[in-house]
Structures are given as C-alpha cells and as structure tokens.
C-alpha cells in the first residue's frame, strides 16, 4: 500500500533553535518527493523537491535529506524563526502524488 | 515560481445555495488542474483531476453531480459546489502541473467554504 507518514506530528521549537521532521513513505515507482510548507489557510507552497539521486537539497535554512533505500527524507530547519510556524508536508510522487499528514510546527518567542 | 490563484480566498453561504470557485493559472498553462479539499488538521485530500476540455476523473466518494468542474481553458479551471450542505465546508486547494521536467505542481492559496 502507498503511504507516506511523517513524523512527529507536531512540534513545539524556541526560536532559533534547529528541528529535524521526518518523512517515511512506502510508494512506488518512486518519481520524486517534495517538502512543502503550508501556512494555516493558505496553499502548500514548495521548498524542496528531490530525485532518486539526490541526497541532500538546501534552500536557505531548509535542508531535505533523502535515501532511497530505506526511504526516508528529513527536512532539517536552521535557526528557527517565528515565521517557520506552519505545517510541513511531505509529497511523494509515484504516477500519483502521495501525501504525507504533515508536522505542525510551532515556533515560540 | 509559477502562480497559482483561486477565487474568492473565503466565502460563507446558505444551505442549499451553490457556490463557484475560481483557479487560474497566471503565467503557465496547465493542461491538468487538481482540486483538493483539506479539513482541520488533516492532509490534502484530492477530489478530482481535470484535463483542459475534457471531462474531470473524480476520486472514489466524491460524487460528481455535487462538485462540478470545469475545465474550460488552459488557464481556468472552476469547481462548483452545487447544493452546499454544513458538510461541505472545508478548505478547497486547486493546484496545475507545470510541465518542466519535474512536472512541479503549483497550489493555489486555497478557498476556505464556510456553510452556514
């Protein structure tokens, strides 16, 4: 069955410190897999995506890791600000696109 | 990155009423349009996928007759919810691949229904 699960499901930061969310997915034929960020009432909006061959992608403060063979990816947040409160969802695309519940992430002042 | 933008970003209605959300496209064309519906604290989930001119392919449980979408150019895809019931109320997501290489598909801000 295609899944993707990510984890944890929500998280609680002091700004500016680091945070790591996972992303675990079983689909198949892999395509690719995006990080999005979705802000409460607004629409996903990319930050990474990566390829069977890609393991690591920075955008900014944003670093999604990803292996192919266990399947996991991770996207790793640097020095946290208020503005990362979002939620952040894991896409995997197969010949369908696959989502991930997403991870709630607050960061406090 | 390509824009996506929906219309209007938040209605509230009456029971029984229809109402018609609006997904453009702005600097792309979009031979595929997805719409998605999310409720609190819960994933994307997707309705329907439509083809520029043809007929829209809907997800298992989504009934057709209630959600109709229109496909009607490139750049315009509009889902109605005909009939709306407090049920419905939900934040509706539209989305278009662009066709790069990647196939990256752009969301749109969403439209959130409210159904009195």
């Known amino acids: 069955k295609n899944q993707v699960e990510q984890s944890p499901q929500s998280l609680i930061i002091l700004e500016g410190k680091n945070c790591t969310l996972q992303?675990?997915?079983?689909?198949?034929?892999?395509?690719?897999l995006r990080w999005y960020k979705q802000d409460t009432g607004r629409g996903p909006v990319s930050l990474t995506i990566m390829t069977f061959s890609e393991n690591t992608k920075s955008n900014g403060r944003y670093t999604a890791t990803l292996d192919a063979d266990t399947k996991q990816s991770s996207l790793h947040i640097t020095a946290s600000q208020l503005s990362d409160s979002a939620s952040y969802i894991c896409?995997?695309?197969?010949?369908?696109?696959?989502f991930g519940t997403g991870t709630r992430l607050t960061v406090i002042p | 990155g390509a824009v996506v933008s929906q219309h209007p970003s938040w209605v509230i209605c009456k029971s029984g009423t229809s109402v018609k959300i609006e997904c453009r496209s702005l600097d792309f064309q979009a031979t595929t349009m997805f719409w998605y519906r999310q409720f609190p604290k819960q994933s994307l989930m997707l309705m329907a996928t439509s083809n520029e001119g043809s007929k829209a392919t809907y997800e298992q449980g989504v009934e057709k007759d209630k959600f109709l979408i229109n496909h009607a150019s490139l750049t315009l895809s509009t889902l109605t919810v005909t009939s709306a019931h407090p049920e419905d109320s939900s934040f509706y997501i539209c989305?278009?691949?662009?066709?790069?290489?990647?196939?990256?598909?752009?969301f749109g801000p969403g439209t959130r229904l409210t159904v009195l």
């Open positions: 989305s278009g691949i662009f066709s790069g290489i990647f196939k990256e598909q752009f």
């Open positions: 896409v995997v695309r197969a010949n369908n696109l696959f």
């Open positions: 992303c675990n997915y079983t689909v198949s034929p892999f395509s690719n």
